[in-house]
């Protein structure tokens, strides 16, 4: 079961979320220009993680011009960068933090039959996975631990 945080975070949705990733953007010294707003509102807007390909796809239908890849992954690495997205490495695929600009470690239930990829808080994991990194002298960044499998509607 996870644990809480040792500090508060509200999860975010719809608007709320839009204008929590803004203020925690603007907030680390970077511009929220209309691009970063589109892509993030259509990150925010995926039930499963998105690729950049899948977010370029739909802001180009929906702006009817062609929305590069490389510019979508740009951003993305500035939102993992600034806590506003988590990138599921393993599907290269990312998924908007509901809780934007707060840090913590990434860990992924990724099912391999439908892709649904569910985000755990859990300290007691990150402070194990911290230490193990310390114990070998290697200072850890962001640890990602995917943990593989089926979901409970496709198990």
Sequence with gaps: MATQHQHAHEEHAGDKLIAAAHDALVASGEQWTSMR??????????????????????????????????SVYRILDLFVANNLALRVESANAYLANTHPGCQHDCIFLVCDECGEASHVDDEEVSRAVRALASARDFQAKR??????GLCRLCA
Aim: net charge neutral.
């Design 143 to 148: 640890p990602v631990l995917e943990i593989r």
């Design 37 to 70: 707003e589109a892509v993030f509102s259509e990150l925010a807007g995926q039930e499963r993680p998105a690729s950049a390909y899948d977010i370029a796809d739909n802001l180009s239908k929906a702006r009817g011009k062609r929305v590069a890849p490389n």
